[in-house]
């Protein structure tokens, strides 16, 4: 019995010094990694509010075809704050996804319930049809972040507010050549979902951009779906294909590589340069902590806030100051302003 | 000397046996094989150690789904359950002080144990069809996590947690051990205990289980319970890697999911599965998607290669059964 009750305590004693052996080994696994300093994270930068604007008190319907993307956060908030400004009442409704069929659904609905104008985000030129009835039943449309009809001859839409995907695209090269000072570098480029406006207007303007900067060599594109687990899976495939010395960069369409810089740095994997796109609050910590070397920022608030102001002049009859496309700025973001500038989301 | 010879003759002839009894293992190895002949990274540690970790979080759904298909059903909220695990976990890691981590792990699996428990009262006892309930419980869950994170994901938590998803023992993805252990112990219940054989006789016949005096609906209730707890542990991991909550992770891991246990043998009319067959259709789909990824085939073409593959190897597999 006696015997029994040692070998008992003894085995206890063994599996409390392996945990305590496992959970020191873990303290200092995240002691050796911890990070350089905590970033405060400041809500992004907000309108103010002007006192002297009559109300348009007039009723709007919002239709964005990727609502429960975290990018569209802030979208929100820009819209509440913009209604608020104009005198405006507004009904939000989701495309599922980018599912065509719902978003056609979403503005048949607005003919029918006559609203007053309507501001769209969609998802693809497949909207078009759904346009053309809004342009027949007499509601004007706004697009607002991605643009379908704009500029089109067969329908109708008054402008555009948003940033320039292509634009943002190109603007990654331009990130790329400056960290690396014009020289020659190889690159891996991760996409978001396939056909998704992001992922198709990014990859244009990216492909503008290697045109104007020649030393930069397109080694693989893959997609990440705009999924972290997948970034990760993805990065470290591209990392396995491409050992050191083969490959210099991994340039991503979207945010979400904050597990995927934590990987390679883990394996040793400091020669690959990262760069994201977006700028939430958790990329804005890894470019301050030098782990990702830059972004550029497309701020979702503003975007919807001036979309508000654009209905406003339209319906209260400024049409003069209308912006006929409305493109925001899309500032580069790297270690030297990342502190200065709060994030476009998840604080 | 011809007792010599038989030795290598029977183990030669064993192997063959095993490989015709489990064709989808013996097509694993003709890729695995084919893609380290033919890559020379595909066979690094570092490469096999990333397609295991990698492919560990969807091999947890696929365990517990196991259960689920071998009852006679399925379950497709789980990728809505582990997206509200990670979210819950997160959460609670983020406003709990010191003890964040154990209160957010607990909560999540906790979150986990209610959904299995709507899900299984929704089919056993109020006798609705696995595909609706699940359906329904998938988009319901994915919109409260939706409303209660303004579809915004939950920093902020404790960098040392990412030891879990990411960290290693003895070089061994710590994701990849705890995807093993649970494999392990679901494949001896469902082979070794009652509860295991009862899941196999009322996938198989319910009425006769229930005539033997076995309570099918209990049975059923467990296992949506155990399917979502597995569904749960695979949030918690997701929150390793990421060090956030994800409103949208694990978007379409059920499908994933499903494929997995269906490639590694199962039948969707229940009755018929096995946790060796699972993990080895969960390993297949990662290493094409590896395989694919190393040889640099365009994301375009990819789909379409990844489906071939399966077609091809559960096509092979399902021959050589009849």
Known sequence: MQNWLDKTIHRRRLLRQTMMALLAGSALAATGSAMAAELTCPAAAQEATVADIAPANKRIAVSVAYLKVPFYANFKLGLEDGAKQFGFTYDLFDGNSGDLATELANLQNFAAQKYDLVLLTPSGEGILPGIKQLNEAGIPVIEVNNKAGFGRDDVDVVTYVGADDVEFGRLQTDLVSAHFGGNPVKVAYVMGPLSTPAQVLRARGWDVGRGEHPEIEEIARVSDDFDSAKALAVVQDLLSRFPKGQIDAIVMQGPEGAAAVDYALRIGRDDVVFFAGDYPADVRQLIYDGKIAGTVNQNPYPQAYHAMEMAYDYLMGKEADIKRPYFLPLPLITQENAESVPPAWGC | ?322
């Open chain 2, 1 to 322: 000397m011809a007792q010599s010879m038989a030795g290598p003759q029977q183990s030669t002839s064993s192997f063959s046996q095993g490989l015709r009894r489990n064709g989808i293992l013996g097509a694993f190895i003709i890729v695995v094989v084919a893609l380290a002949l033919t890559k020379q990274q595909f066979w690094s540690i570092e490469n096999i150690t990333n397609i295991l970790q990698q492919n560990s979080v969807i091999g947890i759904i696929a365990c517990g789904m196991t259960f689920a298909i071998i009852i006679g059903g399925f379950d497709l909220s789980v990728g809505a359950t582990a997206a509200m695990a990670s979210v819950v976990c997160a959460v609670v890691m983020t406003t709990s002080g010191q003890f964040g981590v154990p209160l957010g792990v607990g909560a999540a699996i906790a979150a986990g144990i209610m959904v299995g428990a709507i899900n299984g009262a929704l089919i056993a006892y109020l006798r609705i069809n696995p595909f609706v309930a699940t359906l329904g419980m998938m988009t319901i869950i994915r919109g409260l996590v939706y409303v209660s994170t303004n579809a915004t994901p939950v920093f902020g938590v404790p960098y040392e947690f990412t030891n879990l998803g990411l960290g290693k023992i003895y070089g061994a993805p710590i994701v990849t051990l705890i995807f093993a252990a649970i494999a392990l112990l679901l494949g001896a219940v469902l082979q070794l205990t009652r509860f295991g054989h009862h899941v196999y006789a009322t996938g198989g016949n319910a009425r006769a289980t229930s005539v033997m005096g076995i309570d099918p609906d209990r049975l059923r209730f467990l296992t949506y319970v155990l399917v979502s707890v597995c569904a749960a542990i695979s949030g918690v991991l997701l929150v390793g890697q990421t060090a956030s909550g994800q409103p949208q992770a694990a978007m379409g891991y059920e499908l994933t999911a499903i494929a997995a246990v269906i490639v590694g043998g199962a039948s969707l009319g229940g009755g018929y599965g096995r946790m060796f067959g699972t993990v080895i259709g969960v390993l297949l789909l990662g290493v094409v998607s590896n395989g694919l990824n190393l040889f640099g085939v365009s994301p375009f073409w990819q789909p379409v290669a990844t489906g071939v593959i399966l077609i091809l190897a559960v096509g092979l597999d399902r021959t050589r059964r009849d």
